[in-house]
Each structure stands twice: as C-alpha cells, then as structure tokens.
C-alpha cells in the first residue's frame, strides 16, 4: 500500500532536525516525480499528548520528506504535518516505514 494518510492530531510534533534538500546516495537532489523541483527532509520527534490520567507515551523520531521547503521553521519549533502520508517499503531484506507530507506549518499559524 503506498501513500496512506495518517492523523497525527494526538500528537505533538517538534523539529529535531532543520529540513535540507534530499539527496540520494551518490548525492544527487531528489526531485517531485514528474518535476525538477527538489524534495526536502526534516526530523521531527513526535510524542503522544498526554491522556487525561498524565500518561505519555513513548515518542519517536521521523524523517518526512516535504514536497514544499519549509520557511522560517527551526529546530526546537512545535510543528504540523500538512497532508501526511505513511508508505510501507522493502529492499534486500529490510523494510520500513517512510513519512511524506506536502509541506510543514508552525502550530497555531
């Protein structure tokens, strides 16, 4: 299944790492399919809010490629993911998941 939407509005999300212009291993810049516009990576640490007896889960880091480059948006910042995805992958015996969303925005803008 590719591209699967994902509600994250039971969490909060903070930049752990500034969005950079996605590379591939030989370094050459990722682009939109279809498109020579170049795709971007943050870090985000997502962490589960608080349910109403003060429990919070376990965290974690997630790296999301974004179609759109951040402005403005720095490490530390509490953010959201505008239209987030979730894709399966598998290569050679491993597999995972990978996060995409069109672009970032800070929380309350």
Known sequence: MRNIPVNLAGFKLRVVEEASIKTDQEGRVKTAYGTDDPL??????????ATEDGY??????LKVTLSIAPEGIEEGDLVELVGPTVSHWENEGRSGLSWKAQALKPVGA
């Open 56 to 61: 919070r889960g376990k965290g974690e880091e």
């Open 40 to 49: 971007y990576v943050v870090g985000v640490f997502a962490k589960p809010v």
